[in-house]
């Protein structure tokens, strides 16, 4: 553990002065409630994609994937092979449709107001339950930020855990309260930035310290043949590595289906909806694209360096990173570094307090209980939203659970609900708001219940699979045959997003 040294306090101190101040400058930028939630869509091609990839990794890139690499070798990485294919696929297909459909969609604001538009749902129901969706399953996913945070400030300062989630809820709530956005969207590359450079800094120390990549393959060699084995998961036990057992293919379909939670996070679509133009997806596309590989390779390296230098087995692995900053380097950089597992936690759960405040005021307030309310009320109505759902996460929390178990909930949630009903939105222009609802639904419900039917049948699959057909299955069931498709022409004379019209950029 860490003793609360000078350096490393005062490097904390300044980063959250930092990100406050980025959140004041901006605030008084936020008159309006589409300026809180989208910021006009004038993201420019770096922002976007480092905000959209912060905001996306989470306290788990830096404390979930290198404790799972840590845990179990080299096997753990298929996870990152399925993100990094998930990203690019997402900013190839998703973001450039999805950029000018929102528009054309009433210039929605939320990804419930889309759907509303787009399917032309006159029952409202599509509205208000894929809204819910979004606040049940975000509540659930900041709480894994709250674990995260927890973790950090135990482990650095030596505080209870509880303590240290209560600690971690008022920063993060300040600074969400705060900003709207835009305040979201440049800290968050401010962010980005940060925990790229962590995950290229420490493992390559580390890996120095081995003597080199030849000699730390012959290090955790030597320890299993297992733990560079992709189709292993190796086991540590009475002292020793074991060879631990075969992932097999439903575990390796499993990992990889991470990578379609891409198609359904909102917190990452909203980056998409924000961005000023189209022409500025395929610059941002490299970089957010570039940006995932080196930070989850980087991530990954960590876990693998964890097992060959640090002396003693770690009681909880997702610690490894902040060990490894403790053992390789001097308090200041090591600040820096943990600095950096601070920002991957607060750039997604602001993120995520944004989107879940926006879905509870637009999609609730606005649209069934004050469709008159000013833009400032809106506004404050936002805010206060944003406290709301952090004091749910909160509690949630304080019950503990591992980071990345909490996320791959909610990421399974979230892909399984909304990633075919997106995919199909933007690619299906006969889909009806029956087969949207039905496949979000389906989805939503499946992921809730599936951990529960695989406790008695033990079958293996994440969430996601079985989410992910489900809800396809739905949605093409109902899209077809129930309801009436929308009459507005979506699909443009090349099988592109038309342009919006002058009268719908207004």
Sequence with gaps: ????????????????????????????????????????????????????????????????????VYAAGIGATWIAIGLAIGTYLNWLFVAPRLRSYTERAGNAISLSAYLDNRFE?????????????????????????????????????????NLAITVAVVVIVVYAFLGGFLAVSFTDAVQGTLMFLALLVLPLIGVGML?????M????????????????????????????ESLGFIAVVSLLAWG?????QPHILAR????????????????????VIVTLAGASLVGLVGIGLLDQPLDNPETVFIALAQELLNPWLAGILLAAVLAAIMSTADSQLLVSSTALTEDFYRAFLNRDAT???????????????????????????????????????????FGPVILLSLFWPRMTWAGALAGIVGGAATVLIWRQVDVLANTGWYEM???????????????RFVGRPPEREWVGAHGDAPEPVASERS
Excluded at 134 to 155: D, H, K
Excluded at 211 to 215: C, L
Excluded at 232 to 244: I, K, L, N, P, Q
């Design 272 to 291: 998409f909806m924000g961005i000023r133009s189209t022409r500025d997806i395929p610059a941002a596309r490299r970089i957010g694209v570039g940006w």
């Design 260 to 264: 379609l939670g891409y198609f359904g």
């Design 211 to 215: 003597g080199g990549f030849g000699a």
């Design 465 to 479: 699979v079985p989410g992910w057909i489900v809800a396809t299955a739905a949605a093409l069931l109902f899209g």
């Design 1 to 68: 553990m860490f003793d609360i040294s000078a350096p490393i306090l005062t490097t904390f101190i300044v980063y959250l002065v930092v990100m406050i101040a980025i959140g004041v400058w901006v605030y008084n930028r936020t008159n309006t409630l589409s300026d809180f939630a989208l910021g006009g869509r004038s993201l420019n091609s770096p922002t976007a994609a480092l905000s959209a990839q912060a905001s996306d990794m989470s306290g788990w890139l830096l404390l979930g994937l290198p404790g799972a």
């Design 375 to 417: 833009e400032r009320t809106l506004v404050w109505v936002g805010r206060g939203t944003v406290i709301l759902v952090a004091i749910v996460a909160y509690v949630i929390a304080l019950g503990g659970g591992g980071v990345l178990d909490i996320v791959a909930y909610a990421w399974a949630g979230f892909g399984s609900a």
């Design 121 to 161: 749902d006159r029952t409202r129901l599509l509205r208000s339950i894929s809204a819910l969706v979004i606040v049940v399953f975000f509540t659930v996913y900041v709480a894994s930020g709250l674990v995260a945070g927890g973790v950090l400030f135990e482990e650095v300062f030596g505080v209870n855990a």
């Design 217 to 244: 393959n012959d290090s955790l060699n030597q320890q299993s043949p297992a733990l560079l084995d992709m189709g292993r998961e190796a086991s540590f036990t009475d002292g020793a590595w074991g060879g631990g």
